[in-house]
């Protein structure tokens, strides 16, 4: 079973920046969609940005122009670039990945915490 591993969070000041990572155990084929997802206390998880194998991105309206998810196939990582953190994209984020075909798959991660804070 591949397992997908989130690293980057942390605590971070109003206005800065973190990447984050998300690295496979094992390359996954047929890749449809990888995205970033992120649940904060007291709420539902919510889709934070994703990109399809046709070169297609998506991205929450909060997070428009400042955040930018990205992957290294060669490392089998999606990464999610954030910049101009705010107090409200404070969450834990999550790794997501589905393939196509028969059967389709869905894998996520465990999560990464994000904390901005001054």
């Known amino acids: 079973q591949v397992q997908l591993v989130e690293s980057g969070g942390g605590v971070v000041q109003p206005g800065g920046s973190l990447r984050l990572s998300c690295a496979a155990s094992?390359?996954?084929?047929?890749?449809?969609?990888m995205a970033w997802y992120r649940q904060a206390p007291g709420k539902e998880r919510e889709l934070v940005a994703s990109?399809?194998?046709?070169?297609?991105?998506n991205y929450a309206d909060s997070v428009k122009g400042r955040f930018t998810i990205s992957g290294d196939n060669a490392k089998n990582t999606v990464y999610l670039q954030m910049n101009s953190l705010k107090a409200e994209d404070t969450a834990t984020y999550f790794c997501y990945v589905a393939t196509r075909g028969f059967p389709a798959m869905n894998y996520w991660g465990k999560g990464t915490l994000v904390a901005v804070s001054s």
């Open positions: 094992a390359t996954i084929l047929n890749i449809n969609t």
């Open positions: 990109s399809t194998s046709g070169g297609r991105t």
